[in-house]
């Protein structure tokens, strides 16, 4: 019974039938676009950064401020041994 009701309305509203068919398909189409994507760039990412890792800083820069009213931004650079 839910069958024929079902084929019955089906085929009553093609257009709506139709369009409703189309947009689905194109929600699954994204997000399997999106999903391989994100996929691929994440492969690609750790392929380009896997010889950084396990490397350590061997330079930190920091900021001093000055207590004056102007404030000269000035760079120290220490070398970690």
């Known amino acids: 019974m839910f069958l024929t009701y079902l084929r019955?309305?089906?085929?009553?509203r093609r257009k709506q039938t139709?369009?409703?068919a189309v947009g689905m398909a194109l929600a699954i189409a994204l997000v399997v676009?999106?999903?391989?994507?994100?996929s691929g760039v994440q492969s690609a990412q750790s392929s380009v950064?896997?010889?950084v890792y396990?490397?350590?800083t061997d330079i930190t820069v920091t900021k001093t401020e000055t207590p004056h009213v102007e404030q000269h931004r000035t760079a120290v650079v220490r070398l970690r041994r």
Do not use: C, W
């Open 54 to 56: 396990g490397v350590g």
């Open 49 to 51: 950064l896997q010889s």
């Open 8 to 12: 019955r309305e089906l085929t009553n």
């Open 18 to 20: 139709v369009v409703i």
């Open 33 to 38: 676009i999106v999903s391989s994507i994100a």
